[in-house]
């Protein structure tokens, strides 16, 4: 135990001192170096892929920003993603409200509801947090598929939307070559402000609770309220990915809240490295890619992936963003890691 | 309602007899096997190609000992080089394990839901004053009141048990104090994984074969771990009971809602006694 954390405290020590500016304008240069890829890409398929692998990164983030901050493993994301879309769906049927309240309301309501159950899940212990973020998604799950009246159960819903969202034409969000852009920006933004986070108080001081808690408590701090707010944040980033998706796809089924979707945002985020900001979204991408190309073998694509989780969670811990990091320092010249 | 109980009883006993296997195994390794589900899942395909060919019997017997040398297989090739590690990695690992395992069954035996025939030994029903109910039903309840009052006795009785319930409180202590952990794991994480196998061998007759049927008890066998407090025995019996009472009402009256009724109950228990029912 004391290992692994002694190397992921001098991973994430030593670039840190450095990076103080490199890391917003490394940030702002690939933000607008994707947001004109679509303008050089003629291949509808690859920006299909681009887009869907861009969602997923905003899901596995969410994953990746609760490991980072509270240590925390989820197996139930799929919750605050598949429970937005389905807000969005549902709401979007009623048309009571604009669907620039059914958007805001997708995001702050998972939000409010992860902070409040985060009160209970944030009692017990980590492998027994991993177990019932497993429990309470399926059981969301469960509920949809038997709910007919509420959600149309296993056939899902259409998403009604109108023809302008924030004065955006609607198209802009169903068009691969423009939603790409959106998502993209999304995924950008939000990254910026986990790093502006992340070195803010509330981010030193979650990871102090999560190296001792029983210390940080003695020291005065209430240890229970940054963690939830840490889990609400997460829940928000992973709705946020709901809403783009229920935008993109025009149609959500249980689908969206099953375990699996869980449980492939999460190698997303292992595979990326959570220890990094950016690493479960490089983990997305590499992710939708691997599936792409494995082909005429995505029959075994389960088996595969677990494979892949097995081999990365044993051989390279720190994921591939933490091996980047490593061997930048290490080219650089800088201490060996 | 008297049936409704009994049904109760019979999902809460296979509940029992997957959840004292996560149990056996926390207490040794400290860890959650995330791929419990998909022995469950194991045992039950195993029991079905073993029914086909030698009968239920001898396919429950093929299901308890492929899955116990699965078990010492995965003790000694995961939880024990692993051990030095944050739980968290274990939990990884047995969540790969869960996707191979489901890949692979679903290659051998296909998609489709398969069914178990209820061996005809079992078959039919009994008379319970004015209503019947299935013996196969009644022959579940008694594999669980089985399984836990020999655990029971061989957890108070023997050498081995005082062993595991010592190594469940303290597993370092218990090691300093002379106890070859290592070898008392094989044969607990063996016997967890023979019990996983158990449970969805007997399970079959009343469920349809999937590669996925091991998600949803696994889920419930979590919300009864825990429930119970992770590592209790004692609790692991009475969640199961509870949970196996409270899923079988809750799908029979308040189909809706029922996956939403095991939650609630632990919620509520998690705010009260945030270790679980028996605190360990």
């Known amino acids: ?337 | 309602m008297l049936i409704q109980i009994l049904n109760g009883l019979v999902y809460g006993g296979l509940l029992y007899i997957l959840s004292v296997g996560l149990v056996l195994i926390f207490g040794l390794r400290r860890v959650v096997n995330f791929a419990h589900g998909a022995l469950f899942m194991v045992g039950a395909y195993i029991g079905y190609a073993a029914n086909m060919v030698l009968g239920f019997w001898a396919a429950v017997a093929c299901s308890i000992l492929v899955l116990s040398v699965l078990g010492v297989a995965l003790d000694r090739l995961v939880f024990r080089p692993l051990q030095k590690e944050e739980p968290m990695v274990t939990v990884l690992v047995t969540f790969g394990i869960l996707l191979v395992l489901e890949d692979v069954v679903r290659t051998i035996w296909g998609r489709d839901l398969l069914s178990f025939p209820t061996p005809v030994a079992l078959s039919g029903t009994v008379a319970l004053g004015d209503t019947s109910f299935p013996v196969y039903r009644l022959f579940v309840v008694a594999v669980a009141v089985l399984v836990a009052a020999g655990l029971s006795l061989w957890l108070k009785t023997s050498r081995a048990g005082l062993y595991v319930r010592a190594s469940s409180v303290d597993p370092l202590t218990t090691g300093m104090q002379g106890v070859d952990t290592e070898r008392l794991s094989a044969l607990v994480v063996g016997m967890g994984s023979a019990l996983a196998g158990l449970s969805g061998v007997v399970a079959a007759p009343l469920l349809a074969l999937s590669p996925s049927m091991g998600s949803s008890i696994l889920i419930e066998s979590f919300i009864v771990v825990v429930t119970g407090g992770l590592g209790s025995f004692t609790g692991a019996f009475v969640a199961a009971l509870v949970i196996g009472q409270l899923h079988n009402l809750g799908v029979v009256y308040l189909p809706h809602i029922a996956s939403m009724i095991p939650l609630i109950l632990m919620v509520a228990v998690l705010i009260w006694r945030p270790n679980g029912i028996v605190r360990t």
Request: glycine residues 10%.
């Open chain 1, 1 to 337: 135990m004391s290992e692994t954390s002694n190397l992921s405290a001098a991973l994430a020590e030593a670039p840190m001192a450095r990076r103080g500016i490199a890391f917003p304008v490394t940030l702002a240069l690939v933000a607008v170096a994707g947001a004109l890829v679509p303008g050089h890409i003629g291949s509808a398929l690859l920006l299909t892929l681009l887009t869907q692998a861009t969602i997923g990164a905003v899901l596995a983030t969410s994953v990746g920003i609760l490991i980072r901050q509270n240590g925390l493993v989820s197996f139930g994301h799929a919750a605050f993603f598949g429970g937005a879309a389905y807000i969005v769906a549902l709401a979007a049927q009623s048309g009571i409200v604009s669907a620039e309240v059914v958007v805001v309301a997708a995001v702050l309501v998972p939000v409010v509801v992860a902070f409040a159950v985060a009160f209970v899940m944030l009692r017990v212990s980590g492998v027994a947090f991993s177990m019932l973020t497993l429990a309470v998604a399926e059981a969301l799950h469960e509920l949809m598929m038997r709910w007919r009246e509420l959600a149309n159960g296993e056939d899902g819903l259409p998403v009604r939307l109108p023809s302008t969202l924030f004065g955006l034409p609607i198209a802009t969000f169903q068009r691969p070559e423009t939603m790409f852009v959106v998502c993209w920006i999304v995924l950008m933004a939000l990254i910026a402000v986990l790093w502006v986070l992340s070195r803010s108080h509330l981010g030193t001081l979650t990871l102090a609770i999560q190296d001792n808690e029983e210390r940080a408590r003695f020291i005065g701090y209430e240890t229970l309220v940054p963690r939830a707010i840490v889990f609400a944040l997460s829940a928000g980033i992973a709705a946020m990915g709901g809403v783009l998706f229920a935008l993109y796809n025009g149609f959500v089924t249980p689908d969206v809240l099953h375990w699996s979707l869980s449980g492939e945002a999460l190698v997303m985020a292992i595979i990326g490295g959570a220890r990094t900001l950016w690493g479960p979204a490089l983990g997305a991408v590499v992710f939708f890619f691997l599936r792409d190309a494995a082909g005429s073998y995505t029959e075994h694509w389960q088996a595969l992936i677990g494979i892949v989780l097995i081999t990365v969670t044993v051989a390279l811990p720190m994921g591939l963003s933490g091996a980047i990091v490593l061997l930048a320092s290490r080219i650089k010249g800088g201490r060996n890691g």
